[in-house]
């Protein structure tokens, strides 16, 4: 039976198991005919012997799938012949890959031997196998459970608390899921980047001046080690996120000012949600329009000055990443100036001040903190920006400042060492887990700093 | 006192009164730059969002239309043997027939440009029509086929036709065997229902969007399942039932950076952890959906939290009042007041996932998938990332389809944040 449909067998058999308990203890109150009072009403008997059918059936449901693959994997390999298991894991791992996909019937790498074509047959037959298993166990279980829950059902027994009980434990590991996620990715990070730090010392990476990640296949080739110094690429991502910061700062402040002390009523109905729609298109989009757009209009102009321009240059790539931040700067902005007490614009106003005065000499002062932790987000949001830098910015490591010239980012290291072939033992791949380690802890000491700057200055004004 | 300071300071005020009065214009004209500044800040926007939206349009419109040839195809019994109707060379068919049509074309590279006319896809819309009506063999219908994605390009006006021949992807033979079809009716632009229905292609006039909605409404299905429950759970917990303790601080300040965690950095974890830790495999919704999940379940946990605040204590404190369990006041009280505004936190949770496509590339949804997804563990692809992936095709007809593809993403996009909106409009209460 495929997961899938005993799933849905799993929730219908559930859902029986709960008209089972209900009219078990239905049954028993009619016995006693009003005369003892059950202690809980009935759905809570139902929901007891359900929540006791679908739990621990779920449970294994979730192990058997996530370590299925790897057991059938070693028995399968067990079966191969000697000549095949013998050789080195990456070259076995190859294998395996065929023999899945000679399983799942797609295209496969080379042509089928009747060795490979045995071990897909036995991998299916051992699947066919597990899966049958898997609905034989759970439903054997879910039986054992509704019988049980069933016979213990009687006038004294505190289903609600029980059932109450069970909810609680379900809403304490629903919350501890996002402490699991910050582990994972710690660990996950981490464990390949220190990988990477074995055979690339740390110096190197943070403080080198030349990026190359390319590894040669053969080891005469030219650059065959590869280089590893991260530090153009740092660059690259400051300029920039510089460049998005110079335009977002200014437009999104200054409207955020406009939109809170001057606009209308109208106007504001209006240009705010419009604003707001900047940052609700997808990243992608943005790219699109940088690279086709933004970075050829920047060309053709740059020419026309005499300027030589990089079509992928890093102008286009953070003009736009500029336009995409204008909404997080001018509602986090709007926010704060509209924190700042009226008392302070009425204190000003009555010593003469004009509105601008107001604006330029106290409620910006007033609100600077919020402003400025708001920034720190969007610089933290413009470093981990990928489509657009992926789509308009270039791939080689240039060590500038110039913003005509194309550089690259992070997110495009990343992105470009990780899709298409990985290979988890050289520092080529290991070496984008080494760059998302870095974006991690940058963007998470911005984001920590930016939130403490901010909740400090909400509670000034409360 | 006073009056000793007034008399003293008569001559000085008067100043102050012309210095102030002196400076007045000079601070009328900040404030009207100031103004100016931040009015202009706002059009400026405004400016940014009309060219995207403008551009995008004006590139992508085009694509609902793709140019047909109609051509009068002989079934060749010859051909279309009857236990080979799969396999046979449907392309002769096509070839016959453009021969028939311009019998002066003659030598091989002639030949070669007559028959690049027509799409290499049409192969595939005669066999089907054969192997659907197998009666077809030996007559001869008119039918309409795809032009090449060159050749639509000529007609919709983006290649010109004035530019000398060698700076042209399409030659003068071919545009005047294309102005003799024209004349003769036999090319029209008909709505390109390809573009809807079909999966992704190397060749323009073939490739669809069908396969890229379909995975993405996979991937999102999966993350809807998981992360409206465990975000509504969470929001529940740290809300109604959880004391303020370390535990919870720990809970919140995760919750928090998380939400601003840069979303590669998703990618990277669900590399990681789902596909070489658990072996899921590669390419699939389902994994897919897992990252999304944990990408968006912050944004749903602070929404229903605030939406759970919004709820009045006095509802609470009745239901306790009148023998409530904590549980059953929180299930048949809270949570139904609080529903809408959780909705509509999911609802804009899902259209940012559905837009998303940075930790999709890391987990290998980037692939060239021609085949339509047909469940969660089939290889797929989402419409962010079919338009990444086609924006990075050289031909030129992909511009139009790349920017097509935004248009229906966006318009997804559109419709999902008008629900929301309109879901909190319709159920919004003020208590």
Redesign the interface.
Known sequence: MAP?SLLVVLLVLSTAAYYVGRRKAFAIAGRAEGAVKLHSRPIYHGALTALWCAIPALIIFGFWL?FE??IITQLVVKDLPASVRSLPPDRLSLVINDIRNLESGSFVSQTANPAMQMAADHYRRLRAISHNALAVITIAFMAAAAVFVRSRIAIGLRA?NH??GI??V???A??????F??I??IL??L??AIRFFKVIPVTDFLFGLDWSPQMAIRADQVGSSGAFGAVPVFLGTVLISAIAMLVAV??????A???S???GKRLRAV?KP??E??A??????????A???VAPVIRDWGSLLGLNVASESALAAGLVMG?MI?PFV?SLSDDFINAVPQSLRDGAYSL?A????T??RVIVPAAIPGIIGGVL?AV??A?????IV??AAGLSANLTINPLKAVTTV?VQ??TL??GDQE?DSPKTLA??AL?LI??IV??CL??VA?YIVRKYREQYE | MNNATNASAAPVARRTIDI?NRSLKR??R??R???F??????V???V??AL?FV??VGKGYSAFWQTSIRLPIFFDPEVLKRDTLVTADYAALVRESLFKKFPQVEGRQDKRLLTSLVSSGSVYRLRDMVLKDPDLVGKTVEVWLPADDDIDMLIKGYFRRDLPESERRVSDKQIAWIERLEAEGRLETRFNTTFLTAGDSREPELAGIWGAVSGSFFTLMITLALSF??GV??A???EE??KKSRWTD??EV?????A??????????G???FL????LPRSAPLVGGLVLT?MT??TI?IASRSALTAVPPSIREAALGVGA???QMVVHHVLPLALPGMLTGTIIGM??A?????PL??IGM?AFIVDIPK??TDPATVL??Q??LW??SPERAF?ER??AA?MV??AF?AAM?AAAIILRKRFERRW
């Open positions: 899938v996530v693959a790897q609600r059932v109450e909810l609680t379900v809403l304490v629903c919350s501890t899921i996002a402490i996620t910050t994972g990715i996950s990070v464990y390949e200014p437009i999104g402040l200054m409207s000012i406009y939109l002390e001057y606009a240009a419009l604003i729609v900047l609700g298109i997808p990243t992608v989009v943005y790219g699109f329009f690279a086709l757009t336009i204008i001018s003469g004009t509105q601008s005065e604006i330029r987000l933290s949001r470093i981990g920006e990928t489509m992926v789509m997110t990343i992105v990780l899709v988890f984008a887990f998302g974006l991690f963007t998470l984001n920590i939130l | 102030v601070r009328y900040a404030e730059r100031f103004r500044y931040g009015f202009s800040a706002i400026l926007s405004m940014f969002l995207l551009n995008i429950p465990i759970a969470t529940v917990y740290l039932f959880a720990l809970i995760n919750i928090n950076n998380l601003a965690v840069p979303s590669i950095v998703f990618g990277l974890l590399l990681a952890i070489n830790f658990f072996g944990l379940l912050p946990i369990s904590k549980m259209a940012r559905l837009g998303e496509s940075a590339l890391m980037v469940g969660f962010p990332v338009i990444y924006a990075d511009v790349t920017s935004i993403l966006l996009l944040n």
